[in-house]
């Protein structure tokens, strides 16, 4: 699984024209699923970004959570992430998992999320999404496991 994880003062998610999600701050989180991705990663997945400290304490330090700041996830499927472009200009997707078995591990990153606490907002898996975002900082982080 591969994750890119920006943090966000807004985030809206549309399909259609029409509203599906939004969070008001938090986490953007774009996820990837790979050929070969376990049962186990979703867990291992949530935990990290539950965890990872990249917002702001009173001292200006990268020290809180998204938990500890009362802030919510969008999460994003996107198979894109597993895009390998190293061999000419068209990226190949063939490291990215068939959608059958890549949605359950998506749904399970975010069951995950909110048996951790965090408020998560997801899209449509395999929609034609659009999304809105307003940056905050901005701080984007790549974790791979």
Do not use: W
């Amino acid at each position: 699984m591969k994750a890119v994880i920006q943090r966000v003062k807004k985030t809206s998610l549309s399909v259609d024209g029409r509203l599906v999600s939004e969070i008001p701050f938090g986490l953007a989180v774009y996820l990837g699923v790979k050929v070969g991705d376990t049962d186990s990663m979703p867990a291992a997945m949530a935990k990290k970004i539950a965890a990872l400290r990249i917002f702001e304490d009173g001292n200006g330090k990268m020290n809180l959570s998204v938990r500890d700041v009362g802030g919510e996830v969008m999460l994003i499927s996107q198979f894109t992430l597993c895009g390998d472009c190293s061999h000419g200009n068209r990226p190949s997707f063939t490291a990215a998992e068939r959608p059958e078995r890549a949605e359950p591990l998506y749904r399970r990153t975010a069951e995950e999320l909110s048996a951790l606490g965090v408020p998560v907002k997801t899209g449509i898996f395999g929609a034609d999404m659009k999304i809105e975002q307003y940056n905050d900082g901005p701080v984007t982080i790549i974790y791979e496991i």
